[in-house]
């Protein structure tokens, strides 16, 4: 079974960094993009970046460009996001996910995911 588990997360103040972990196992990703996403309270799930696992190609929402960072180290089968300069509007749960790459798939749309972790938490303070 394929099987995601993040974890990282956690209470922190702004400014601070933090990095979140994709542990990932039951096949092989090779062909496959690995996305975060994350979600607040009383708002819909959104991007946030994307890699692909083989080429390493990598993807940013706007609000992060220059402050997250996605990485994967594939001996380890996991996937990162090193956040830093963290804002309280950061705070969400986030989400990894994972799904096949075809020309027609769009890195940054939620239903190219088939499979997704349980979430890791993380909490700015101001």
């Known amino acids: 079974q394929v099987q995601l588990v993040e974890s990282g997360g956690g209470l922190v103040q702004a400014g601070a960094s933090l990095r979140l972990s994709c542990a990932a196992s039951?096949?092989?990703?090779?062909?496959?993009?690995m996305g975060w996403y994350r979600q607040a309270p009383g708002k819909e799930r959104e991007f946030v970046a994307a890699?692909?696992?083989?080429?390493?190609?990598?993807y940013y929402a706007d609000s992060v460009k220059g402050r997250f960072t996605i990485s994967r180290d594939n001996a380890k089968n996991t996937v990162y996001l090193q956040m830093h300069s963290l804002k309280p509007e950061d705070t969400a749960v986030y989400y990894c996910?994972?799904?096949?790459?075809?020309?027609?798939?769009?890195?940054?749309?939620?239903?190219?995911?088939?499979?997704w972790g349980k979430g890791t938490l993380v909490t700015v303070s101001s």
């Open positions: 996910g994972a799904g096949p790459i075809f020309t027609t798939t769009i890195a940054t749309q939620p239903g190219t995911y088939i499979y």
């Open positions: 039951g096949r092989s990703f090779s062909g496959y993009r």
């Open positions: 890699i692909s696992w083989s080429t390493g190609s990598t």
